[in-house]
């Protein structure tokens, strides 16, 4: 490793490594012989190359703001940190695209493209953390999903290193080519199981000058459910609909010392974003007025507003944290079961463990709700089990956009069926034959075979 990457960039003192065997939440904490850093796509591959040699596993690792316990060594695994992969290429005007090596951060990303007149689709609260590399390899959402789609949507091409040190290359930026497997799609989402991202050739998108942003509070779940769908039939230039309760808005104000958005409490909280190249203020508007069940409105009439109303949704994640490390169950369910789920899984929590806080916010357009549950011992599964359980019995999935990591890996069999487990299997098998690669995500281990399905 020395040899590859150099004495500088192989770190051992538990100390300086400690951050970096934890996850973000606090709740999956590990240990490493080494954290390596790697400066180039020929070190990744020096450094796999020794590690296949010596069958040492591997765990790629990113900004490790990752939420299913993926981006830490939970079983004495090398941490390759990938960080200093940080090149951005000048964005390509003539084709609308970015090459970005994996360690560049989303908002360097957003600053980048946004001086070159356009934009990136992705968005999350991580944005000053989170990487390319990353994103890619859990397929991140985020805020702007609804408009943009998935971080899979925006890549066009990946340079990624095999498990056992060969490159796979393919960042020309065609925005058609069929020719056989799509390779690159596959390493989206795949979680630094199959090959570690160097590289990526992103998709850049049309920058909105205007952005108006308003918090709509309801009286009733159902009323704040239904205006969801309203607002995406009435409003072209709707970019982001979130959604938030009463009791997460209290957490966030008095946990991050917030004022209150409204004089009054109310139930439920939308918060929605429209964005476009003229001002779209009206037609936003108009939209709201023609919602039901609303009981106020707040609108942001600046940019420092607006980022007030999103801190009140995007501090969830903090606030909630600072109860104690959260088991975060990021799920999605088919629009119609939604209102039903948010009913029912507070009462399935605390009838499974009692005394266990629930907390329910996400991405209200993609049927994506986080459900954040506080007050429940790190390693006790019962409230994850209930959870997923609840999830899969309404035909939604156990993975909005985090992925499976490790949090979940024991549940994937009850959203997809042996043969499909069968073949993720024969995939991994194919790419990394001797499990080298963050052998302790996503792939049920073998002897977790039909646990639940
Ligand atoms: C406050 C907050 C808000 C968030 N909001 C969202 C959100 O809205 N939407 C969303 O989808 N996620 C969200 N997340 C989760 C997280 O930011 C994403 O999963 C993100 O994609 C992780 O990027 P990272 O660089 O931190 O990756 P890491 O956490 O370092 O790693 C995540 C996974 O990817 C693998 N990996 C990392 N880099 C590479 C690489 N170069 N090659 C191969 N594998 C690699 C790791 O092994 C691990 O399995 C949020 C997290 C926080 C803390």
Redesign the pocket.
């Known amino acids: 490793m020395r040899t590859a990457v150099g004495d500088a960039h192989v770190l051992t003192d538990p100390d300086v490594v400690a951050g970096q065997v934890q996850?973000?939440?606090g709740r999956y904490v590990g240990s490493t012989p080494a954290v390596v850093r790697p400066g180039s796509v020929d070190e990744v591959a020096a450094v796999l190359r020794s590690c296949a040699d010596a069958r040492v596993p591997v765990?790629?690792?990113?900004?490790?703001?990752?939420?299913?316990g993926?981006?830490v060594p939970l079983h004495g695994e090398v941490v390759?940190d990938?960080r200093r992969?940080d090149r951005l290429d000048p964005v390509d005007a003539l084709a609308g695209q970015v090459t970005a090596q994996?360690?560049v951060?989303i908002a360097r990303l957003h600053e980048h493209a946004r001086a070159a007149g356009w934009d990136y689709g992705v968005?999350?609260?991580?944005r000053d953390?989170?990487?390319?590399?990353?994103?890619?390899?859990?397929?991140?959402?985020?805020?702007h999903v609804l408009r943009y789609g998935?971080?899979r949507r925006q890549v066009i091409g990946v340079e990624?290193v095999l498990a056992d040190g060969r490159v796979l290359r393919r960042l020309d930026g065609l925005e058609k080519d069929n020719t056989g497997y799509d390779l690159s799609g596959l390493?989206c989402g795949?979680?630094?199981?199959l090959?570690?991202?160097?590289a990526a050739r992103l998709r850049l998108v049309a920058r909105p000058t205007h952005v108006i942003v308003a918090l709509v509070a309801f009286d009733d779940v159902d009323a704040a459910l239904a205006s969801v769908a309203e607002l995406r039939r009435g409003l072209d230039t709707l970019r982001a609909v979130e959604l938030f309760f009463q009791d997460g808005l209290d957490l966030v104000c008095d946990r991050l010392g917030l004022a209150r958005p409204f004089a009054g409490r109310h139930v439920a909280f939308v918060l929605v974003e429209a964005a476009a190249r003229t001002d779209p203020t009206a037609e936003l508007s108009d939209a709201i007025a023609a919602l039901r069940g609303v009981s106020d409105v707040a609108v942001a009439a600046d940019t420092r507003a607006a980022r007030q109303l999103w801190r009140y949704r995007?501090g969830h994640?903090?606030a909630i944290n600072l109860l104690g490390a959260p088991h975060k169950l990021?799920v999605t369910l088919p629009a119609a079961e939604l209102s039903a789920f948010v009913r029912e899984v507070r009462e399935r929590v605390t009838a499974a463990v009692p005394g266990a806080l629930t907390w329910l916010f996400g991405?209200a357009a993609d049927g994506n709700v986080h459900v954040n549950v506080t007050g429940v011992a790190p390693d006790d599964d019962r409230v994850t089990d209930v959870v997923l359980q609840l999830v899969a019995r309404r035909h939604g999935s156990i993975s909005?956009?985090?992925?499976i990591?490790t949090a979940k890996r024991a549940w994937l069999s009850l959203v997809r069926t042996q043969t499909e487990i069968d073949t993720y299997r024969a995939i991994k098998h194919a790419l990394d034959p001797n499990q080298l690669?963050?052998p302790n995500?996503?792939i049920p281990s073998e002897n977790a075979r039909g646990l639940h399905g």
């Not at 690792?61 to 299913?68: A, P």
């Not at 953390?129 to 805020?143: D, E, I, K, M, S």
């Not at 090959?195 to 160097?198: K, L, N, R, S, W």
Request: no cysteine; hydrophobic share 40%; proline share 2%.
């Open positions: 996850d973000w939440t765990v790629p690792q990113g900004g490790n703001t990752g939420l299913v993926g981006s390759l990938l992969l994996a360690g951060t968005d999350l609260a991580a953390t989170a990487t390319v590399g990353g994103t890619v390899a859990t397929n991140a959402g985020g805020v998935s971080t990624a390493l795949s979680e630094g199981t090959a570690v991202i160097t995007e994640t903090e990021d991405h909005a956009e985090h992925g990591g690669l963050n995500v996503l």
